[in-house]
């Protein structure tokens, strides 16, 4: 081989292992860690945001057998409610929103992480495999009282 086409190849090889290695990267963060953007979940005006269903009943309900949806507002300075509990192995699916400020919704251990809009619904599943204490934060500055808006999903055994 001349030492063109080797210089060539140097240049050549990278620059379509590169492209390659980062399409894999999305492939197995998207199907094999389902991390992923929230998808586009609806509309909520955010003033009577209180008295709109599901939102003027916050709380978790059972959808089936270990499938959980627990419909999240989140306020100045706080989240209802601030206390989940779901059976370990459940699938849970957060139909959150913020009343007045841009919150976020951020919960350990799992692939939530999102943005709260006042008026925008935002939707995310998580997985609790296995039991414990799952914090919940806020983690878009949000005034005086962010640093105490914090939850827990309270992940206990499976009978
Ligand atoms: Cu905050």
């Known amino acids: 081989m001349n030492r063109t086409l080797l210089y060539e190849l140097a240049w050549i090889l990278p620059s379509i292992a590169i492209p390659i290695g980062m399409l894999v990267a999305i492939v197995v963060t998207t199907f094999g860690m389902q991390i992923h953007v929230p998808t586009y979940a609806g509309v909520v005006r955010a003033q009577t945001v209180g008295e709109t269903p599901p939102f003027d009943q916050p709380g978790v309900a059972q959808l089936g057998p270990g499938r959980y949806q627990v419909t999240l507002l989140a306020h100045t300075w706080a989240f209802q409610p601030n206390e989940i509990r779901v059976p370990a192995g459940s699938e849970v699916e957060f139909v959150a929103t913020s009343r007045d400020v841009i919150h976020g919704l951020l919960i350990e251990g799992t692939n939530v992480n ?46």
């Not at 995310?124 to 934060?137: D, T």
């Open 114 to 159: 999102v943005m709260l809009v006042p008026g925008r619904i935002t939707r995310m599943k998580a997985r609790f495999p296995r039991p414990g204490e799952y914090l919940f934060i806020c983690h878009e500055y949000c005034g005086i009282g962010h640093h105490v808006m914090f939850g827990k999903v309270l992940v206990e055994a499976a009978p």
